[in-house]
Structures are given as structure tokens and as C-alpha cells.
């Protein structure tokens, strides 16, 4: 068990959206969890009431958890049996059911979109700004809380740009993302469009890359979070791979830096979450690898319970100073993953007693 974390019994979680593709993926991320335990399952009004495996069109490698698959659906309303959800709702409908949540005493930890860039909610990467937790203390929300995690391009980004920062300085940064199908959703992209081809726009991925990190580098200064001062420029592509989502990212540095500094300062890295020894935290946050053909998605995306980010590589840029290529595993590392190693970080804060 991790530092300082005893618990008699675990504590009870809900799901909101447990029939999508993120809510399937915390229940299986969750079944045998430490800490945590599914108490309630809850998505549209037209799963609710039937059990689990009636409602769910399951896609996940590993069959339905046992103690899961009759469980019944409930609607996404704020009477379930627990105080802390995970939600993995659609963006559309995300914003109005997880404030109401909020309102009604709930431990939101979610990993849509609609609260991210509000002043008082943490866009949380456990690694990087575990301090950002603090600010939860100025919700309007009661008992409740709202924390977030980033978009899944995002997370791989700034735990690859969190050491540069930390070491060199960063002045900007050019990434090119080739997003896995998965990122869509299911059922996601057609076949039509997306076998033998490439799409070249992802609605509203660009400016969540832009922006997004600018928040997450940001200093908290106990009552606001003040951005970082980043350039940064992304294009978005979606590409017929199942899970993984890579990253062509050229950075221009504050300091000058030599190609063994740079990976030193990746291979050194660890945060919060190591220390701490928490569940679902990877015991190396990054892995850089010296084969010329690394990262690829079918080879690297699991590694470390899928929760690592794999770069390799690095080498000088004609118009910055180096470009590298990173991976990291977009619905585990990018979507519930994440969200759960929030909720461990949250717990071991005092934040879910």
C-alpha cells in the first residue's frame, strides 16, 4: 500500500457515463483497486434501470468485471451511494450534470472538458501541479468539488515539457499530434473515414493543446492561478491507430542544452505521485528510448500500466533548438487513468475524508 494511506474499508465510487468508452475504461481500471471501490453506475436515461451488461456495448480487452455486470444503471442524478464520481460524460452534456453534482455535496473528478478553464477549478497532472489542489478550497460548491483532468494530447505534452521547463526554460513549442481513433469516442470515426487515411482536424483539439498547458505550468499563488507565458503552436490529426496517441514536437529552450542534458533531465523525472508510491502512478513518469524507429503505439502504449509517457527520438531542430517524438496512452494515461491517479492524489490531501 502506498505512504501514509491505511484504510478499513475502501471507499465507495460512482461512474457517471459508465457505458461510454471512458466510463468502461475506469471500470476496469477500478475493478481491484486499493482504495477505491464501484458502488453505482449511472449514464442516459435509456440505460437506466437495466444491469450493467444489458446497457453497455462492451469493448474492452477484458471481460466485464464480475461484480459489475449486474449492477444496475441508474440515471446521472445526485442520489447515488457514494460521494466521490468519476465521470467520463460527453462534453455536451458534461457542464450541467457534473455542477449539479457539485452542488448536491459530490466529489467530482472528471475528465470532460466543460469546467477545465474556470478560475477554480485545477487542471490537475499530479506530477507537475499538485499544488493547483489548493484552489478547490474557494469552490461556491459546499461539500462539493469539480477537479479536472487535461485533454489526452495534453498529458503527454506537459509531462514531457514539465523538466525542460524545469531545467532549461521554455520559450515555445511546435507540436504536430497523429490522435489515436479511440480519442474520438465510440463509435467513434467511421470506418470509411478513417481506414487508409488520415483527418486533419479534430473540432476544438488545437486550441485545448494551446491553451491548456499554459494553465497546467502555471504559479498558484494561494488564491488564483497565474498562467505561464508559453507559445504554442498545434496542429491535430486523427489516424487509424486503436489506442496511443504520438506527438512530432519541436521546443525552443530558454538555456542551451546538450542531447545528453535534455535526456537526463527526462529519465530523472518523478513527481508527487512517486513519491507518495500511489496505485495507479507509473514508477517512471517518462522512459526515453535510443532506437531510431521509438515510440510506436503498438509496441510502447502500455508500458507501466499504460500511465508512462515514451519519447525518443530527440535531435537537433534547424529552426528551434531539439524536436523528439512522444506517445502516451490517451484513454488510461489521457482520460480515466489520470483521473483516478487525481482522485489517490486527492485522498492522500484530506480531500475525500
Known amino acids: 500500500m502506498s505512504k501514509n494511506i491505511s484504510l478499513k474499508k475502501k471507499i465507495p465510487v460512482g461512474i457517471l457515463g459508465a457505458t461510454g468508452s471512458v466510463g468502461q475504461k475506469f471500470v476496469e481500471l477500478l475493478q481491484d483497486h486499493p482504495w477505491f471501490e464501484i458502488r453505482a453506475l449511472a449514464a ?5 434501470d437495466k444491469t450493467y451488461a444489458e446497457a453497455v456495448h462492451w469493448f474492452m480487452k477484458k471481460p466485464i ?18 460521494r466521490l464520481v468519476f465521470s467520463g460524460l460527453d462534453s455536451s452534456v458534461a457542464g450541467e450534470i457534473e455542477q449539479r453534482f457539485a452542488e448536491n455535496g459530490y466529489v467530482v473528478v472528471s475528465n470532460s472538458k466543460n469546467h477545465r478553464m474556470k478560475g477554480d ?29 487535461p485533454n489526452c494530447s495534453v498529458i503527454g505534452l506537459v509531462i514531457a515539457l514539465k523538466p525542460l521547463i524545469d531545467r532549461f526554460g521554455l520559450d515555445a513549442v511546435n507540436v504536430v499530434t497523429l490522435q489515436a481513433l479511440s480519442g474520438a469516442g465510440y463509435p467513434g470515426v467511421s470506418g470509411l473515414d478513417s481506414l487508409d487515411n488520415v483527418i486533419p482536424y479534430i473540432g ?20 488564483k492561478i497565474n498562467n505561464m507565458q508559453i507559445k504554442i503552436s498545434a496542429q491535430c490529426n486523427r489516424v487509424p491507430v486503436s489506442d496511443g496517441h504520438v506527438e512530432c514536437v519541436s521546443v525552443k529552450l530558454k538555456q542551451k542544452a ?21 496505485p ?50 490517451n484513454t488510461i494515461r489521457g482520460a480515466a487513468g489520470g483521473a483516478i491517479l487525481n482522485a489517490e492524489l486527492m485522498l492522500h490531501r484530506g480531500y475525500l475524508s
Not at 468485471?65 to 457514494?82: K, T
Not at 485545477?122 to 493547483?132: A, D, G, R
Not at 542531447?259 to 500511489?278: C, H, M, S, Y
Request: charged share 30%; with cysteine.
Open 204 to 223: 476544438g483539439e488545437e486550441d485545448k493543446v494551446e491553451t491548456e498547458p499554459l494553465k497546467i505550468f502555471g504559479s498558484f499563488d494561494g488564491e
Open 258 to 278: 546538450r542531447r545528453d542534458e535534455v535526456i537526463t533531465a527526462w529519465n530523472n523525472f518523478a513527481g508527487v505521485p512517486q513519491k507518495l508510491e500511489l
Open 65 to 82: 468485471p464480475p461484480d459489475v455486470e449486474q449492477m444496475r444503471v441508474s440515471a446521472c442524478e445526485p442520489d447515488l451511494p457514494c
Open 121 to 149: 477549478v485545477p487542471l490537475l497532472v499530479p506530477e507537475i501541479n499538485s499544488e493547483h489542489l489548493s484552489i478547490i478550497e474557494s469552490q461556491k460548491f459546499g461539500d462539493g468539488v469539480i477537479v479536472t483532468n
Open 280 to 329: 495507479m502512478a507509473p514508477l517512471q513518469p517518462i522512459r526515453y528510448y535510443d532506437e531510431k524507429d521509438y515510440p510506436q503505439p503498438r509496441l510502447l502504449r502500455d508500458v507501466d500500466k499504460g500511465m508512462a509517457v515514451s519519447i525518443g527520438r530527440l535531435r537537433e531542430c534547424p529552426l528551434f533548438d531539439y524536436k523528439f517524438v512522444i506517445l502516451s496512452h
Open 44 to 48: 442516459s436515461e435509456r440505460s437506466s
